[in-house]
């Protein structure tokens, strides 16, 4: 069984988690959801936690909340260590059993903080003590729990949310499944065809022409105006007559 100090740390840890959670609800009268409630609303709802009953829907007011407390299993009084509400005819509020004060309508809606319960205008005190919030006892008829077995192994113990993935490597990829790659193919060279007939020239055509067509002058063309070093130029060398004026040898004029 726990004892009193962890009993008052657990039981505060619980009740100030649900009014952590609807800290900041706005203030409405009459209110009993997490949109909006007021002091009575705050007081009901941790009462409810701390014995064990739905949150919401079985809200009290300051005009029925002493036979609520009452039903709940708080006494008379009030109490350290144990879950403390004071209340008057127009206003409640709550201290946790390690003395932290929760309310609602003290200066907005619901918050951790305000007078809490030991303020001087309330003119009633209830407590819930200890023993009761580490909830009610097991019945006399229930089968007592399993003997553990002195033999059986240790359970092992969590791995680090850190290492558990250590040293894992995915599998390699299988080289026969990976899809082919677009790699060009290295080009091939063929052996040329042998010859099977002699080798011939072919014939000139009608576009083609021969050493001996260049060498003639084309009809028409134009002869060149000057000849070469030592050479008579062209008209004359048909006229037989020299530069000088004279004429070639061979090339003598025949009378008429």
Known sequence: MLASGDMIGFATATLLTLVNQVSGTPYVTGGDSPAGTDC????????????????????????NQESALLARGFRYGSEPGALNIGWNSGHTAVTLPDGTPVSSGEGGGVKVGGGGAFQSQFTKHMYLPAEALAGPPAPPDAPPPPPLDPFAPPPPPPPP??????????????????PPLNVPAPPVNLPRPARSGPRTRPRPGPCTATR???????????LPRFAAPGE?????????????????????????
């Open 40 to 63: 009575s609303g705050l007081a009901s709802w941790v009462s409810n936690a701390a014995t064990g009953r739905p949150v919401y829907g079985d809200r009290f007011n300051t005009g």
């Open 161 to 178: 949310a850190d290492v558990v993935n250590a040293g894992f490597a995915p599998p390699a990829p299988d080289p026969l499944s990976a």
């Open 232 to 256: 008579l130029p062209f008209a004359k060398r048909f006229t037989g007559v020299h530069s000088a004026g004279t004429e070639a040898p061979g090339t003598e004029r025949r009378g008429t």
């Open 212 to 222: 001996r067509d260049l060498a003639r002058p084309r009809p028409g063309a134009r």
